[in-house]
């Protein structure tokens, strides 16, 4: 898995995609603080309220952290598809498992980065433009909201990691990377699920827990930013175990649907 | 023990049957040129044995080590249908890519060497193309970067599936001279399909011939070349006495009758000492010419046909005399 993790690694920065995932949240910010100011806000009428709940709404409120932590691995499948690249790089033995986990580890790896790089480009672009932060945490806070946030990245990327292997093709894989990230399968999951609970009525506490451990609340939970971390105990402990839950179930039915795929 | 054997195997998509009890055998050291009509089965073949597809029946052996389902052998390279290369990135990132995901322990120096085995040494880091993408390359470029994917990692046994499509005749060239180097100086057992079978004939010293999904014959560049030697046919008056004549008096020649009752003469035959005989036992010869038959008309013949072989004696079940000589 290792071999494979690095072989994914250079092929993303020799592409050139490393450097755009680093670069994203500093076009998302700097494109918020272009049009702010070309807007005419003067700087000392305009600032911002929290920095981690800037960072929260925009990353999560927008879906744009749950994307980015999917878009690397869904872009490595998603090539592999359409270069038949896979016919070339599964030549040893246990090919197809390391494959499938070195997407997970990446996943794992992105979750964490991205919304560190994020932010920091939100406190440092805005800080630049002179624009100031009403509220700037702590940095425990701060670490905390990253930690729960980084596990709901996981979760989405590994979910994301799963239907590009299940898509086979990159413009479906890519389609359902974006329906995935911005929340719209799962607000499709819980219109069926309105529907089963007006048709059966008895399914209802079924439903209501299943709604629950999607992946949706627990990115509105952190997209709450500071807020989130006065969640009860349960609430917290749901908003960490749900997505590792989701990327577990997405790994193990990634590995059983890859392992003999035909390519 | 085969570099590469096949046991009945056989793969059907969604009950349509693609290959059907397939016997293959590869000897180490080999230039197998496997042949075969559009749809006849190659690619799946070649795919099973990759590891790319799980078979529906029968096993595969890679030196003699049974193969799990969808588990390559780290002892083969492979270069099936497209290259599979990172248009975005160029040669040397290509093969980086693959060196580093196989756990070379320098990938760099492995993939600068075979750029220069394959004749890209233009595209090595420093050289003066070392950053073109290889979305620009030509097709003969791409095949050569593809064929220096196959073989990172030193593999003992190379699939090539059409190699040779595409390729201008000085590419087509310099790619066969590639495969036989690297059979003569790395022994490196070769299993190549191709349409084109003059190509073939050039390089390989050991074919099989596929037909409908099976294995219609299996033979060595000496039988191939024993079956398509010129002979002679003979049409005369008495046509059971003259087989009878010829085959006391001449017992080194392979006889057999086609259908209009024209005796195929295989084997050393002096066309005139054969005249001489016949004349002299009253024996009207109408006509004695020799013909010659090509390897591609031999194919052809097989690849529409169906015959069982059996590929360790060479004996075959004829259904048709016009085809086999008789022992």
Redesign the interface.
């Known amino acids: 898995m290792l071999?494979?993790l690095?072989?994914d690694l250079?092929?993303l920065r020799?592409?050139?995609v490393l450097l755009g995932i680093a670069l994203y949240p500093l076009a998302i910010m700097g494109l918020l603080v272009a049009v702010n100011l070309l807007a005419g806000a003067a700087r000392n009428e305009w600032s911002m309220s929290s920095l981690v709940d800037m960072t929260a709404n925009m990353g999560f409120g927008a879906g744009m952290l749950p994307l980015a932590s999917g878009f690397a691995a869904t872009y490595l499948v998603a090539?592999d598809w359409t270069?038949?690249?896979?016919?070339?790089?599964?030549?040893?033995?246990?090919?197809?498992r390391s494959y499938v986990l070195s997407k997970i580890a990446q996943c794992a790896l992105f979750a964490v980065v991205n919304p560190i790089i994020m932010l920091a480009t939100f406190a440092v672009v805005p800080e630049l433009a002179g624009i100031p932060y009403e509220t700037v945490p702590d940095l425990a806070s701060a670490l905390q909201w990253l930690g729960e946030a980084s596990v709901v990245c996981f979760g989405y990327a590994a979910l994301s990691t799963l239907l590009s292997l299940l898509a086979g093709n990159e413009t479906v894989a890519y389609l359902l990377l974006t329906l995935t990230g911005l929340g719209t399968l799962e607000n499709i999951g819980q219109a069926v699920l309105a529907l089963a609970v007006t048709a059966v009525p008895a399914c209802t506490d079924i439903a209501n827990a299943m709604l629950s451990g999607m992946l949706l609340p627990q990115a509105r939970a952190v997209g709450m930013g500071l807020e989130a971390l006065g969640l009860s105990a349960a609430a917290t402990l749901r908003v960490t175990l749900a997505p590792l839950a989701w990327a577990a179930a997405s790994t193990v039915l990634a590995l059983a649907a890859f392992?003999?795929?035909?390519? | 023990m085969y570099a590469i054997e096949t046991a009945g195997l056989a793969k059907s998509f969604r009950g349509h049957r693609v290959i059907r009890d397939l016997n293959l055998h590869v000897s180490r050291g080999d230039i197998y040129g496997f042949v075969g009509k559009n749809g006849s089965g190659k690619s799946t073949t070649m795919?099973l044995i990759?590891?790319?597809?799980?078979a529906t029946a029968g096993e595969v052996r890679v030196m003699g080590q049974p193969l799990a389902?969808?588990?390559?052998?780290?002892l083969?390279?492979?270069?099936?249908?497209?290259?599979?290369?990172?248009?975005?990135?160029?040669a040397f990132?290509n093969l980086?890519?693959?060196g580093?995901?196989?756990?070379l322990v320098n990938p760099r120096r492995s993939a600068a060497e075979l750029l220069g085995t394959v004749g890209l040494s233009a595209h090595a880091p420093g050289a003066s193309r070392a950053r073109e993408k290889a979305k620009r390359f030509s097709m003969g470029m791409k095949q050569r970067l593809?064929l220096a994917?196959?073989l990172i990692?030193n593999p003992d046994i190379l699939l090539l599936d059409e190699p040779l499509n595409g390729l201008d005749p000085e590419g087509a060239r310099a790619l066969r001279e590639l495969i036989v180097r690297l059979n003569r100086e790395r022994g490196v057992t070769v299993l190549v399909s191709s349409h084109i079978l003059d190509q073939l004939e050039r390089i390989c010293t050991r074919y099989g011939i596929i037909a409908g999904g099976h294995m219609a014959r299996e033979l060595t560049s000496d039988e191939l070349d024993a079956a398509c030697a010129s002979y002679l046919e003979l049409t005369c008056s008495e046509p059971a006495r003259a087989l009878a004549l010829v085959t006391e008096r001449f017992p080194a020649l392979s006889l057999s009758v086609l259908p209009n009752d024209t005796i195929r003469i295989d084997g050393p035959a002096d066309q005139a000492a054969l005249g001489e005989l016949l004349m002299s036992e009253g024996i009207a010869v109408t006509d004695l010419h020799r013909a010659e038959r090509d390897a591609e008309g031999f194919f052809v013949d097989l690849m529409g046909g169906g015959e069982e072989e059996h590929p360790t004696t060479g004996a075959e079940l004829p259904s048709d005399p016009r085809h086999f000589p008789r022992r």
């Open positions: 071999n494979y690095r072989a250079y092929r020799a592409s050139g090539s270069t038949r690249g896979l016919k070339s790089l599964l030549a040893t033995p246990h090919a197809r392992k003999r795929r035909t390519l | 795919k990759c590891g790319l597809m799980p389902p969808c588990e390559p052998s780290p083969v390279g492979s270069l099936i249908e497209q290259p599979g290369i990172y248009p975005n990135l160029s990132d980086m890519v693959k580093l995901a196989l756990g593809g994917l196959a990692g």
